[in-house]
């Protein structure tokens, strides 16, 4: 059943539904955090409303998204659509399929090898190109279903990518596994590796949607929702189709490529309320100029960030050796030394929380500062903490000794 018009004036829903929001309209009068979480992350503040607006009843419909039948021809149309916009912002082409799959990045850690190890069926290996925690959580998960290749020795710490020449690849291998971006550590590849014939497969959990990339280079894509392009719940996979069909034995149905495909990402109950917040940020990011606006504004946060370490090089201090491997998602850096000054440093997070700027504490295995700029967060924010960071910068200078 559709719903034409407005409730009646005196129906004790429209009432209700009035004061709902007008008490969430009042919150959003309310000057808001500076969000730098890394995940979940900020969604764009048109995103919020329009989900807020539409949040009981969706597009004429009686119900909300939340309450949609998978199955419906209502969600069947919004599935395509969400799914159109992901073809036309990243220009995909018609030979790869577009998934909407549950278990976040984590899940394709073994969805991946679950699927594309039997393509060397009677040697199922991979190489993984291990830059940071991810890559390596990602391919500890795979040793379970093959071969695992480290193309290059663990190093000690990770604060640069080793140059492809230095790479052992195996050209029988099924397929070849990196992470675009890593968000604890602060390293972003800035392009996209040599693999020959071998199958590419990338993590873009961090950076998808934040510069143009050729979908014609990779097997497989995929990337977790939470910090670009929606909220936690959902995973986007893009798949080349001839991939499909060489899952293993032991691969559950749920994470199998060619069934999630055959069933139009609806084998099982999919997270459509999940889906419908993406797709609204896929709006936005086209009303905002597409991919290439997004591009140039993650180029212009990152770019003031950095420059402001360069300008106070003796207070803090980038954990990322080589300029070029240094993330435009996740800026990262200690205080005082290289090392980090602990005091500094919580200093430095006591006082921004202060000034309403949160979630700025390097990962928990890493420590230090992260700064994370996805999609939603504007440069204008983005000068805010810079002229925090100044300022903080300059005291320290003052200091003598520092703490």
């Known amino acids: 059943m559709r719903v034409h018009g407005q409730l009646g004036k005196n129906s004790h829903l429209a009432t209700h539904l009035t004061k709902r929001q007008t008490t969430l309209m ?32 969706y597009d004429g419909l009686g119900i909300s998204v939340m309450e949609m039948g998978h199955r419906s021809t ?27 799959m549950s278990g976040g990045g984590t899940g394709q850690f073994a969805g991946v090898p679950l699927n594309l190890m039997g393509r060397n069926a009677a040697n199922p290996s991979a190489d993984y190109v291990v830059t940071g925690n991810w890559s390596a959580k990602a391919a500890k998960e795979a040793e379970k279903y093959g071969k695992v290749n480290l193309v290059f020795p663990k190093p000690k710490t990770f604060s640069t990518i080793p140059d492809q020449e230095t790479w052992t690849l195996n050209p029988d291998a099924s397929y070849v596994y990196y992470c675009a971006n890593e968000t604890a550590l602060g390293i972003e590849f800035p392009y996209v590796p040599d693999t020959g014939d071998v199958p590419i497969v990338c993590d873009m959990s961090s950076n998808i949607f934040t510069r143009k990339v050729d979908v014609s280079k990779f097997g497989v894509i995929f990337a977790g929702a939470q910090k670009n392009i929606g909220c936690a719940g959902v995973t986007l996979v893009i798949v080349r189709e001839d991939l499909l069909g060489l899952a293993l034995p032991v691969c559950p149905s749920v994470f ?5 495909a055959d069933n ?49 090089k003796d207070v803090y201090f980038p954990t990322i050796d080589t300029k070029e491997h240094r993330s435009r998602m ?49 440069v204008d924010e983005v000068r805010v903490f810079i002229r925090f960071m100044k300022e903080f910068g300059e005291r320290v200078r003052q200091m003598t000794p520092m703490p």
């Open 330 to 378: 996740n800026v990262t850096f200690r205080i005082g030394s290289a090392e980090g000054n602990e005091n500094l440093e919580k200093q430095f997070l006591a006082d921004s929380q202060a000034r309403g700027m949160i979630s700025l504490k390097g990962y928990r295995l890493v420590g230090g500062i992260r700064v994370s700029l996805y999609n939603a967060m504007t």
């Open 74 to 100: 209502d969600y069947a149309q919004l599935n395509k659509k969400v799914e159109d916009s992901v073809r036309r912002l990243m220009d995909v082409p018609e030979n790869y399929k577009v998934l909407f």
């Open 264 to 312: 139009k990402s609806a084998y099982n109950t999919p997270p459509v309320w999940n889906i419908y917040i993406m797709g609204l940020v896929f709006d936005w990011i086209e009303e905002q100029g597409g991919v290439e606006a997004m591009a140039l504004n993650c180029q212009a946060k990152s770019g003031l960030i950095y420059s402001t370490i360069e300008q106070f």
């Open 256 to 260: 199998d490529y060619k069934v999630t």
């Open 26 to 57: 009042d919150a959003l009068k309310r000057k808001p955090d500076i969000n730098f979480a890394a995940g979940p992350a900020k969604l764009p503040v048109p995103v919020i409303e329009k989900a807020r607006s539409e949040l009981p009843f």
